[in-house]
């Protein structure tokens, strides 16, 4: 988080436009495609910005080992982990403290929409392998995971919507880049919600802000999960509308 | 594993539920009250800091150890801190040996980055030789019994044992063992303040039966200025906004509190 | 662990064997047909090159990422390379998390010595300073869809990263994030071609269901001038020696053909 | 084992007095707490000159996985293990193998005095931590966990005691310290006996030494454990003869 | 595989002699000694050259844990593993991924000829320990286990024999050593038979080959692989016969 | 694991102690008589030095490898031993595939403090320039066929092992392969004498069955002039001090018929 040059850039301009010309509120360009691995049961290919990140689903099926099965519900097994090509330095194969971290508050992000207690005993597993990364990387993994639910038919009270807002500059923006979070001051604040009710069902942050940039970062959030809940809205569009009737039968 | 226990905490928490309902805590306490804080410094010759807090019957201890290494190559002229907690099995009937689960690393994690990103040590400072020696401080905190809220129960034992922390002296850049140059420079002190939702109602310092009731949580980090360094959410549940809203007052209120205790507790010389 | 598949896929196994008895596949392909191959290159912006590739509905994306390091001691004049391929649990429900299996070492040392052995890279051009510093390429494969021959499927996206693959700028030695020095230069183009016995038949390019019904595997790497660098046999199975003289001439053939479908596909311009 | 000083110190002098001022036969100063963990079914904390160590019980109870169980008794499992502060330099926070020989003599010296044939298919959990030390750490850990067990109630046939002897510039002494041990000459030999029947049930030396010496030094370690017994019969007095009298009608 | 001296030696002279004075068709000088291990179901002593070779053979026995039995038929474990000072450089003794792909590749040689559908639900576990290496391990090593298994008693439809065959300077040689390894245009091609059938169960290859060198190098592996099923059939004599005539009695 | 195995083993060691208690073993041998000792050397030519022991049907090989590394900060001007035990899957139905357990891990820890303490090589001879380079005395066991007493199988191969062992020869302080300066310097021949409780009995070198029966396990290493440098007692039952004392004489005596024995077998030219 620190800045090597000595001069800090300006990180929004006169104009109101930041170092890669969006606007404070603005996320980078998000591309969101369904339905990309055959042999999974859903499955996502998702853009955001510089980040690719594909991921797949399988379950419900039975969780093994015997002992982890919850006789109650099924489990949320959320795997994240990035390729070793997919940082500026390549990274070591094996997943370290940062990658079970985000695996875990992003799994618990999807406990409450996932009809879990529909399907005891068994497991939910969410694959998530981030390809090219370029800030805010788990909260794409959210977004791309929730439309390769979807994809397998996984049955849900609501989508999970993501974005990072944050500070640089003294500015608060939403979706920051790399640029930004090199920025001395910068603040990092992933959230996940749920968009029809705007629960909030992942938040994290560091970085040192007060209550007021708080409140107004949290404002720019919601606003921004929900255009990104209309992306994925739209990709699962035609194969989703499908997939909810025939699991209304299934399910109900 | 042990589902005798699984169903007794069961039934405990069905009546924390009832009674937390009703505004009211198993133990009389008030939903937003803390358990007594309680500080012991010193808990380790060989450590150049430590400390054991306990809240309530929830216990943690910390050492400080500051060890002489080589920067990292992208920060060549500062030195960093390594933030652990090990969940001793002998804290709780469901912890395990073996290498830190996932629990574990959530929770060394979130007290890391309330104390890295508070510039609590200023790492410019912790340089020696700029591309060739800096200190590395090593916070290692140990649970010793799980009562509920080891997150703020660690980030209080590590604040106390940095509190109490010399620097070790140096001889061409070579610990001289014994021998110490004054205590460790801390610019700030943030304390991590946890709330938990328990049905409705949002509750601080759970205990461990409130715990199994408890349908999400949300960490803290506030420190001086009324500003606050480190959000956490965990848990299968939600909170709105207006939740989090009336989450960072009381963490200012309850960070102040705490940290004018540690201030009593730990301030004393060494 | 998932048994209803494991009678769904035996059942399928059945069927490809009667089918393969009588000359055809499942797919209608001949015995000796490839599915068709796709490469897609510029897959990770962070990776010095990368490309993905599609046998039919199998995938794997590789990346190459070239970094500076001390040579072996016992080669202080050569750079090396690095060949990895991991199965992510996402590619087949049978694939699970964790560090590599048997299945996925065996795969990534024959991608490897295919491209080792037929001196694919110069590793003396790879020396930076004798003894003290030299490139180190790592080659890192993630199959994302099983549908069968992952060996050759990996392959293809390795030399189409490697194809891909422009070398880092270098100041004194060190990175210049961002900027390259030209593309890293090939010396040849092995190819690996994957036989597998099924009932009496040779095919190649199988799909998921015929891996699930063949006796043993064959691997050749083969390269320009009818020259083959690495030869792996697998499976409880047996080859007769005119079945391996049969699976050389066809490799020959079809390494011609991937490679000058790869030079399309990987060798433009970047 | 190799002292860093030319001159090797005078390890008792002419009044018969150590570095520290102990006589040879004198241990550091013991502090013993039983009960200290309210999670644990038994506990202890104990001080043995700098020495500072938590130890908690747990069981009998069922041991897992089901293929550890023996159908004819209960396992013990002594875990000890060094918190990263308690040395000098920082210790590498996974267990080496020394304290995975530890871990297994200190468990196998509690196997002849607990009732274990009473608690088939259980398994009785004894973890120390070394919070603190200063030569003599796993006879300190015996020490506590005796006590813990002691405090958790489980049957014996009588409690553990131990502490280490060994030879410094010539002398055998009980209870060595750090400077002690870092005699040229240095012996360390940690034991554990039953106090009533004086068995020992650990005993471990290394450093060379001869017949006689041995003589010697196992004469005065076994003075010494009884000492360490008293104390830890004082610890839990109060707490123990209620324990044993309920105990009594429990399990005869 | 390089060569570290500037001038290549001659690798076969004009009276058609390699360095070390073999012929380009011989074997390096092999002893096999079954029956050497007592614990063992079957084991056997074998030197290849300079290799050295203990193997070790159990089962049938029950697959354990459970779930990888197979009820259609009992499962190989072949487990190659090199001694810490088998070879020039110390190695570390926890296996390598050569060590696991060489244990995998050689248990599958023995998958046809065992009667693995005699023991369903069981393993059969091959353990082979390099004590000395100079080139060709693995074909040693199969070359033992077949000794083994057959010592076990275990039932077989053939023997395995194995021998590597190669390039170095131009000459197609059998058995190369390592300083014929080292040659700058090497090839090592390890190869299993049954030697009845000449059906090839192992068959791997480095370096640089073409397909006539490939046909001259298969022709002389073939020979050689059935010397040395010579001398295993020599070592197992006696026993073996035996062995033969009380298993038909057991297993048809 | 092996049930079957259990139970067979069960009742060998109800006769085990019957006859035991008579005062006479299974195999004839009585209580304080040694199985016949056999040592090979020079079994690994890559080994620097290299022993088989056979005590009985027990059987181990030790391999030593010399390397040069760096001195440990704390001891800039010695070198340094590594004592490794490895109970190999084929010496026993009972041990397993894998990294080592704690029963492996106690054996190589015994046999090493023997052997370190008994100053069997001089650190400080080991040292090649204070604080660059020294060697590094690898000394790893295998057990190949485990008959009982393994505890003294390795001990015995391990000072055979070393007593073949020659100092690799060295040029600018790095090895020169193939080439030796001397034989290693050893300045005493400590040797492991390992007792067990059987009954209410004390025996020598046990066999496997005898060690089912036992109830503790004590191991002494003797060397010249009547000294010891490592007691051990293992095993979950007890000895008195009389009884202690006891193994001790009868441990110098062994120690010294042991020691001549190894000198006869090991001690030849290489």
Redesign the interface.
């Known amino acids: ?2 800045n090597k040059n000595n001069e800090e850039p300006v990180y929004v301009n006169k104009q109101g436009l930041r170092l890669d010309g969006r606007k404070v509120d603005e996320t980078r360009k998000i591309k969101i495609t369904s339905g990309v ?4 049961d859903g ?1 996502c290919y998702l853009e955001w910005g ?1 980040n ?1 990140i ?3 689903v ?1 379950g419900p ?2 969780a ?1 080992p015997a002992h982890t099965q919850d006789p109650t519900k099924a489990n949320v097994n959320f ?1 994240y ?1 990035m ?8 990274k070591n ?2 997943p370290g ?2 990658d ?2 985000i ?3 992003c799994g ?1 992000a999807f ?2 929409t996932i009809f879990l207690e529909k399907f005891p005993n068994a497991v939910i ?1 969410i ?3 981030i ?4 800030a805010g990387s788990r909260v794409a993994a959210i977004t791309a995971a929730s439309v390769a639910l979807a994809d397998a038919g996984i049955p849900m009270r609501d989508m999970v919507a993501a974005v990072a807002v944050g500070k640089a500059g003294g500015h608060i923006l939403v979706d920051l880049n790399k640029d930004e979070e090199d920025a001395s001051d910068a603040v990092d ?1 992933p959230m996940a919600i ?1 968009p029809s009710t ?14 007021d940039e ?2 107004k970062a ?1 404002d720019l959030g ?1 606003k921004a999960c929900k255009k990104v809940y209309e992306l994925q809205k739209n990709a699962l569009k035609e194969k989703y509308i499908q997939a909810e009737s025939s699991k209304e039968n299934k399910v109900e | 594993m042990s589902t005798k226990e699984d169903i007794i905490w069961e039934l405990r928490s069905e009546e924390v539920l009832k009674s937390i309902k009703q505004g009211k805590r198993m133990d009389g306490r008030d939903l937003l009250d803390y358990r007594t804080l309680k500080i012991e410094t010193n808990v380790s010759e060989n450590a150049d800091g430590s400390a054991r807090a306990f809240l309530g019957e929830s216990q943690s201890i910390t050492g400080v150890k500051m060890i002489v290494d080589k920067p990292y190559p992208d ?1 060549p002229d500062e030195g960093t801190i390594s933030v652990g907690v090990e969940l001793l099995p002998l804290a709780s009937p469901t912890f395990e040996s073996g290498p830190p689960k ?1 629990e574990a ?2 929770l ?2 979130v007290v890391d ?1 309330g104390i ?4 609590t040590l200023d790492f410019k400072k912790l340089s020696l030789v700029a591309g060739e020696k800096c200190w590395v401080v090593f916070i290692d905190s140990y649970v010793i019994n799980h009562a509920g809220n080891l997150f703020d129960t660690c980030s209080l034992s590590s604040m106390a044992a940095l509190m109490n922390c010399r620097v070790p002296k140096l001889e061409e850049n070579k610990i001289v063992r014994g021998e110490f140059e004054g205590k460790l420079e801390l610019t700030n002190l943030p304390i991590l303040t946890t709330f938990a939702k328990i049905g409705n109602q949002i509750v601080v310092d759970t205990s461990y039966a409130e715990e199994k009731a408890m349908s999400a949580r ?1 960490s803290i980090a506030t420190f001086e200025g ?16 207006s939740e ?2 009336h989450c ?2 009381i963490a ?1 209120e309850k960070g102040d509190e705490l940290r004018s205790q540690l201030k009593k507790f730990a301030g004393g010389k060494r």
Chains 1, 4, 5 share one sequence.
Do not use: C
């Open positions: 988080m620190s691995l055959p042999r999974a499955s510089q690719k594909i991921a797949g399988y099926r039975e093994l795997v982990r390729a070793s090509f997919s940082v500026p330095d390549r194969p094996k403290r940062r079970i971290e695996s875990k508050v618990e406990e409450k597993d694959y998530v392998e390809l090219d990364s370029n604040m749920l705007e629960e909030i069902v992942l938040l994290q942050m560091d970085g040192v802000i007060t209550k708080w409140t949290i919601l | 920060n996932t690393i959530e060394s994690r980055r890295r990103e508070a510039k949300f009324k500003k606050f360094s480190a959000l956490q959410k965990g848990g299968h549940g939600s909170f709105t906004q989090v809203d960072i007052d200012f």
